[in-house]
């Protein structure tokens, strides 16, 4: 197996695992889902400061740079 | 002499009650709708730049000023919470278990390269923004989550 399609095997598999947690928060309520889980990142101003600043270092990084 | 406001506002008393609440419900769509307008527009604006260029630069900074702006009024607004109970760990746990497994693979494969055997995150999504469509699809998303940080 080349390095390109084991990391991209590792990425898929990443992916799914956050899909099954996802899954997992909605069917059974155990765990908090990704929208619940950065909401409550957020509550506290240093939370809320981290979380801002990844948003917007996510848009200059992805369409300006 | 009387002003022309105090005129006016003797000739009609303020609303209360029931409609009140539809003038201040109706001020709120308008604002949502000004501010959907404007995302979309800058969505639109920004699927026909491309990377390392001025408007790509202008049309993200203009995003980040208008959340800026948003979350300095809203923080205004924002009622100081009452101190919760500390969450259970177990809650976000798993979240915070897969976000710092991300952050290491994708630190392993940006250190690793080259970056077409080591492909990093960003990769992927620079080939998905790639076409205008889907770079205007993936900003309006990108707005939708800052707005949605704004109103939490």
Known sequence: MSDRLATIVVWVALALVALGLEAVAVATHRLAGIGAALGRLARPPAGRLVVALGWMWLGWHVFAR | ?152
């Open chain 2, 1 to 152: 002499m009387r002003n022309k406001s105090a005129l006016f506002s003797a000739a009609r008393p303020a609303p209360t009650g029931a409609a009140r609440r539809t003038i201040e419900h109706n001020a709120r769509v308008r604002r949502r709708l000004g501010l959907v307008g404007f995302g979309g527009a800058l969505a639109v604006g920004a699927s026909f730049t491309t990377p390392f260029t001025t408007g790509a630069e202008i049309a993200t900074a203009l995003a980040i000023g208008a959340f800026l702006a948003a979350e300095l009024v809203a923080a205004r607004r924002r009622p100081r919470a009452p101190r919760e109970a500390p969450p259970r760990w177990r809650a976000g746990a798993a979240w915070g278990a897969l976000g710092g497994t991300v952050l290491a693979f994708e630190l392993w494969n940006y250190f690793a390269g080259p970056r077409a055997a080591h492909p990093t995150l960003s990769y992927f999504l620079s080939a998905v923004a790639g076409q205008p469509w889907s770079r205007g699809i993936m900003f309006a998303a990108w707005l939708a989550l800052g707005g949605w940080l704004v109103s939490r």
